[in-house]
């Protein structure tokens, strides 16, 4: 202990000598530099500062002289006025820089003065009774010497000196001079000093300025500080007039050459250099003890390292032999080190490849020749000493010595069973999530929303609170957010909804799939991040690469840490389809919905215009001799008949009239509107006719279609305002799956087409949905009914075909109606019913039924008025009952649609059964549940529809007691 102690001293004493020898040494060095430097910066600064004192005396001398040139002035005038005085004081201050003012106080009371404005205040000052001055200026008189005094800092700024001196002259008549008053010069220092080059001298050296002697206090400092002269560097003296000044300079801090021996800096960099110098001899001289030290820690240090190490360590000699295990080793290969020392690593270390089972070589053989390292294969199992397997990752490196010859080999290895099982399950997962992903039916996009995430968070850093309202204030904000977002992949569901042939593709084009609402929802599924949602989900729109606009519901979850946004799955379910259908659905419900209303009114109407009608009939055979009347009661017909007209438009929109269809070639049917189709045009429109010369035939109501083709064609007229280009085009056309898919309301299919073109105003696209509504046009009031439309819609639709408008606003219109084809050959067009005018009547029992009672009193007129026998009931119970009371009623006549839960169907059916033989007659203005019958022929035929004439009923009620059809 006693012998490290002293190790330990010895090279503590020798650094302590260096450092003392080097302190001594730098004392003198600095004692003798500053002794020089002091004596030549004294000589400098004398020579400098006689030049200013020299210079300065010059001067003062030289403003002080205006004394003299005011008492000359004072002794030749004795009496002068103010304006006098200023005059010549004024020529006399002109020329001198630094005079502020040149004053005259006879009998010692100021009453002249230059700069009046400025000084007006010294005017009538008493210099004898100024407290501060008096005893001054009693000494002044007495000595006839000059006072010189101050510095006084000015009411109008400055700092100045004030230089009196009193004047003397002698009286008329008396002998000797006597004190007429006083001379004075007020001057401005800083002139003075400048022109004197005081402030030169003044950039190295501290300079200061006192009265030695003379009036106005002696050794009162004028200028500068009063430590200037307790240690001044240089001193010269300034005469002046019954007085002198003293000048002192002292050196600035820092400013002598040898500053740096002045400063702590000097000292600090021999303290610095001394330990330096002490460290060195000390580390030379403890240079032994430390290298002994430093191979004791080593192999402390390779001791403790090898035992903290997590991974296995096994070294081994040039040989192969084993020298080092530490304890991983020990616990994974089962061989402690005591056991394995010296024997060959491939002993210890049994090392079988995963897969095959086959032995690996020892990695000592394949290093110590070349001297590289190696990684060695990931499909490596370790069999230990019991036996064990475990799945290891290890590396080799070879030991090199000083001149780089292989001494040995360095193993690390660890157990990676686990992280094996894991990754492969990993590996797993990730190939399923693949398959997946690719394989999914929705389309899927991931997406990096990192950078829009932490944009969000610098917007909440900076105060934004309502994220909203600050996106509406800033819109393009939300275009910089979304081309912050990054698609990393997509699936192939995502490339065949949107038309793309690779990912590249759609990633390069993905541009040209936004819609006008993309960003409106971007923004909503801002919304939900900023405001901690769990899940997003928007309906959204799209466009296909080719175009085409796709109805999507957009969803994804909304990750819970920051970390979650660098990929975030987007899934996009398309629902272009099922919104077509809805939307189709919709118009198809709002269509059958208006449909029955129109055939609920149609039913009250007609009900109305039957009663209308029928007493009008028998109003006319009543009154047949009176021409005036019957002329009013035609005319009371003819706007009666023009609402059985409305009504049966109204019917026909609604699908309630019943067609009378045959199989046409509508190019023939055309052909023969030609003339009444010109008589609907103006001379204006040119019409142009296109037929197919191979048009199929279609099985129509050809009376409807004459009615559709006519009102399409006074549609296009007045879209043309009476000029234009109108055509016809007729054609064979297929429509196949696609297009129905893109078309809902219609079905696939062979079809005739008739396409009617205008070159009108157009229709605009949000009122297309609408234009087949009963009563809606866009004509002006009175115009038009709205019902031209809704009649060739009721066509289509009873003819089981479809209708198609495409128009543009400003270009046209086109109408294409697609009618069904018929199988048929040859058309066959069926003629029109003659009407009756007048059948007789008889004498046979009916039974008439009806809840109108209007209707039910003129039923029973008119048919009494023929002969018959007649019994009325207001409903089917009452029917029923006087059907079993009178078994003898020969024909039932009914109202199809009657409130109490039978309809005349229901009727009919049940009074067959109790009165076997009966005829029935049903009537109805809205023939809903008549389709019901279709199977029947009786029940078809034996329908009169409302309203009716009195010679219509007699026809129809002989027809079927006749057994033949109406």
């Given at each position: ?8 001293l ?19 060095i ?61 020529q ?8 502020r ?55 109008q ?10 004047l ?25 000093l ?19 002697d ?27 007039p ?58 402390e ?6 035992h903290s ?14 020298s ?21 690593l491939?002993e ?25 390292s190696?990684?060695?294969?990931e ?11 475990i ?9 090199l ?14 157990d ?23 394989n ?71 541009h ?21 949602e ?10 296909s ?25 987007i899934?996009i ?30 039913h ?21 001799s ?20 409305l ?6 929109f ?13 190019n ?38 004459e009615?559709a ?41 062979e079809y ?11 229709i ?12 809606y ?33 400003d ?8 009618l069904?084809?018929?199988?048929a050959?040859?058309?066959?067009v ?5 009407q009756?005018?007048?059948?007789s ?38 029917a ?6 009178s ?20 009727l009919?059916?049940?009074a ?22 279709e ?5 078809w ?24 059809d109406?």
């Amino acid at each position: 202990m006693i012998n490290d102690m002293r190790e330990r001293l010895q090279p503590l004493l020798g650094a302590l000598i260096v450092v003392l020898a080097l302190l001594f040494g730098a004392h003198q060095i600095q004692r003798s530099a500053l002794q020089e430097q002091y004596l030549l910066d004294q000589s400098i600064a004398e020579k400098r500062l006689r030049q200013v004192a020299g210079a300065l005396a010059q001067s003062m001398n030289l403003r002080l002289s205006l004394t003299n040139s005011l008492a000359a002035f004072v002794a030749i005038n004795r009496e002068f006025t103010q304006q006098e005085f200023d005059h010549y004081a004024s020529q006399l201050q002109a020329g001198m820089v630094g005079v502020r003012s040149l004053q005259l106080a006879p009998d010692g009371i100021v009453r002249y003065l230059t700069n009046l404005e400025s000084n007006r205040v010294a005017l009538g000052h008493n210099l004898f009774t100024d407290q501060r001055l008096h005893h001054v200026v009693e000494q002044s008189v007495r000595e006839r010497s000059f006072i010189i005094h101050g510095p006084y800092e000015l009411r109008q700024g400055g700092v100045a000196i004030v230089a009196r001196r009193p004047l003397f002259f002698a009286q008329p008549g008396e002998s000797g001079d006597h004190f007429w008053g006083f001379a004075t010069v007020i001057i401005d220092i800083q002139p003075i000093l400048a022109d004197a080059g005081f402030f030169g001298l003044e950039k190295d050296l501290d300079l200061a300025i006192r009265g030695t002697d003379g009036r106005g206090g002696k050794g009162e400092l004028f200028y500068g500080q009063p430590k200037v002269f307790g240690s001044p560097l240089a001193v010269a003296d300034v005469a002046l007039p019954d007085a002198s000044w003293q000048l002192a300079a002292a050196l600035k801090p820092g400013s002598e050459a040898t500053g740096f021996l002045h400063s702590n800096w000097y000292w600090l960099s021999v303290l610095i250099g001394a330990m330096g110098l002490a460290g060195l001899i000390y580390s030379i001289i403890d240079r032994p003890r430390q290298l002994k030290k430093q191979v004791y820690l080593a192999t402390e240090n390779l001791h403790i390292t090898l035992h903290s190490i997590g991974d296995a360590v096994i070294a081994t000699d040039r040989s192969g032999g084993i020298s080092i295990m530490n304890p991983v080793a020990e616990r994974l290969t089962g061989w402690d080190l005591e056991s394995a020392r010296g024997r060959p690593l491939s002993e210890v270390l049994h090392l079988v490849h995963a897969a095959t089972g086959e032995r690996i070589s020892d990695p000592v053989e394949s290093m110590c020749a070349p001297g590289l390292s190696v990684s060695l294969d990931e499909q490596i199992v370790l069999i230990a000493r019991d036996g064990r397997e475990i799945r290891i990752a290890d590396s080799a490196s070879p030991m090199l010595d000083n001149v780089g010859k292989v001494t040995g080999v360095v193993l690390v290895f660890r157990d990676v069973t686990r992280e094996s099982a894991v990754r492969a399950a990993l590996q797993e997962s990730e190939a399923r999530y693949r398959s997946l992903f690719q394989n999914a039916e929705v389309s899927i996009w991931n997406e990096d929303l990192s950078a829009v995430y932490q944009m969000l968070r610098q917007l909440r850093h900076e105060g934004v609170s309502d994220l909203r309202r600050h996106l509406d204030v800033n819109p393009q904000l939300a275009w910089d957010l979304a081309a912050m977002v990054k698609v990393l992949q997509v699936n192939e569901a995502t490339l065949k909804m949107f038309g793309a042939k690779t990912p590249d593709e759609f990633l390069m084009e993905i541009h040209h799939t936004f819609a006008p609402d993309t960003i409106p929802v971007f923004i909503d599924s801002l919304c939900a991040v900023w405001n901690g949602e769990k899940m997003f989900r928007s309906n959204s729109s799209f466009r296909s690469l080719d175009g085409r606009e796709l109805k999507a519901i957009i969803s994804f979850p909304i990750p819970e840490k920051p970390e979650g946004f660098s990929s975030v799955p987007i899934s996009i379910l398309d629902i272009t389809e099922q919104v077509r259908v809805e939307q189709a659905l919709h118009r198809a419900q709002k269509m059958d919905a208006i449909g029955q209303l129109t055939g609920g009114i149609a039913h009250d109407f007609n009900n109305i215009l039957a009663i209308v009608m029928g007493n009008l009939n028998l109003l006319q055979r009543q009154i047949a001799s009176d021409p005036k009347i019957l002329k009013r009661l035609e005319t009371i017909e003819n706007a009666a008949q023009r609402a059985v007209d409305l009504t049966r438009q109204l019917l026909s929109f609604s699908r309630r009239e019943f067609a009378r269809v045959a199989t046409v070639d509508i190019n023939q049917v055309i052909a023969e509107m030609v003339s009444l189709i010109s008589q609907s045009l103006t001379p204006e429109v040119k019409l142009v006719y296109r037929f197919s010369q191979d048009l199929w035939l279609t099985r129509i109501d050809p009376a409807d279609f004459e009615h559709a083709v006519i009102n399409l064609i006074i549609n296009a007229r007045d879209a043309m305002a009476g000029a234009g280009e109108l055509i016809l085009e007729t054609g064979n056309v297929t429509l196949d799956a696609d297009y129905c898919s893109q078309h809902p309301d219609s079905h696939p299919g062979e079809y005739v087409e008739l396409t009617i073109s205008d070159s009108g105003k157009g229709i605009p696209r949000d009122l297309l949905d609408r234009i087949f509504e009963p009563f809606y046009t866009t004509k002006p009031q009175g115009k038009g009914t709205g019902l031209g439309l809704s009649l060739v819609f009721g066509f289509v639709n009873r003819s089981n075909g479809y209708i198609h408008v495409d128009s543009e606003p400003d270009v046209g219109t086109r109408v294409h109606l697609y009618l069904p084809r018929a199988q048929a050959t040859e058309a066959v067009v069926s003629q029109p019913d003659t009407q009756v005018e007048e059948v007789s009547g008889g004498s046979e029992t009916l039974l008439v039924v009806d809840d109108e009672p209007g209707l039910l009193d003129l039923a029973r007129e008119m048919l009494q008025s023929l002969g018959y026998h007649i019994l009325t009931a207001a409903n089917a119970a009452e029917a029923l009952q006087l059907l079993s009371e009178s078994p003898t009623i020969d024909l039932l006549f009914s109202d199809l649609v009657m409130p109490g839960g039978m309809s005349g169907y229901e009727l009919a059916a049940e009074a067959c059964k109790r009165v076997p033989g009966l005829k029935v007659l049903l009537t109805s203005g809205y023939t809903e549940r008549a389709q019901r019958w279709e199977s029947s022929a009786q029940a078809w035929s034996c329908l009169l529809k409302k309203p009716y004439s009195r010679s219509e009923l007699a026809g129809g009620i002989r027809a079927v007691l006749d057994g033949g059809d109406l």
